[in-house]
């Protein structure tokens, strides 16, 4: 298995507050990616990292912001969370040249109240 | 955007049945890949298929990407109550690897 942890795993939240989600890699792959999952749509993209400090918006990027200033680390941040973005929420990973596979976290359920 | 949509939504079968899982799109993709997603987990790489008309089998799965590349298939022969889970099909658009454009899922039951 890909070695990729997401913290936290759950976390319940008022809306307005801020939250940051991360996501950590022992894989040194240079793609890095966020999605959210909710019922009837699939994995949508929110942003992506294609190396340090190189980011680029997905389907799904309002409200959302990102950085990666390590290979490893991508953190995913709600500035002001609303109860539109409970969902679960994946990191991928993916090292192309090769291929275009992606390898999944474990996700992180999260709850805005 | 470019979409995949995934037929059937829902399939609950019986163990010993066989299913097909079709993933279908107006555009064409340069790869096409099969996820499976089991609850509380995140989607797991199944296999990848790159050439139209490819063919590849993982055990009782076989998989199966479109001459023109735009759709794929997965058929499950005697399933079993551990083929349970969500089955994901993701498309790189041609041009644009970097991204995959995934596919509502089909969420299979299988009971004995």
């Known amino acids: 298995d890909a070695g990729i942890t997401q913290s936290p795993r759950h976390k319940v939240t008022e809306t307005g507050t801020p939250v940051t989600l991360r996501c950590h890699q022992t894989?040194?792959?240079?793609?890095m990616y966020w999605y959210r999952q909710d019922p009837g749509h699939g994995l949508r993209l929110i942003h992506y990292s294609y190396g340090v400090k190189d980011t680029d918006k997905g389907e799904v990027s309002d409200g959302y912001s990102v950085s990666r200033s390590k290979t490893e680390d991508f953190l995913l941040t709600l500035e002001s969370a609303t109860s539109s973005q409970t969902s679960v929420y994946f990191c991928?990973?993916?090292?192309?040249?090769?291929?275009?596979?992606?390898?999944f976290g474990p996700g992180t359920r999260l709850t805005v109240t | 955007t470019q979409l995949l949509e995934q037929s059937p939504q829902f399939l609950s079968i019986q163990e010993g049945e066989n299913l097909t899982v079709y993933c279908n799109s107006s555009s064409v993709f340069s790869s096409l890949q099969w996820y499976r997603q089991e609850p509380g987990e995140g989607p797991v790489l199944l296999v990848t298929?790159?050439?139209?008309?490819e063919v590849k089998k993982l055990k009782r799965l076989t998989f199966q990407f479109g001459d023109a590349r735009k759709d794929s298939s997965l058929h499950i022969t005697a399933a079993q109550p551990g083929d349970t889970g969500l089955y994901l099909c993701a498309g790189a658009p041609t041009g644009t690897a970097s991204k995959l454009t995934f596919g509502t899922g089909t969420r299979l039951q299988v009971t004995l």
């Open positions: 991928a990973i993916s090292e192309l040249g090769t291929s275009t596979e992606q390898y």
């Open positions: 894989e040194n792959h240079r793609y």
């Open positions: 298929v790159v050439t139209g008309g």
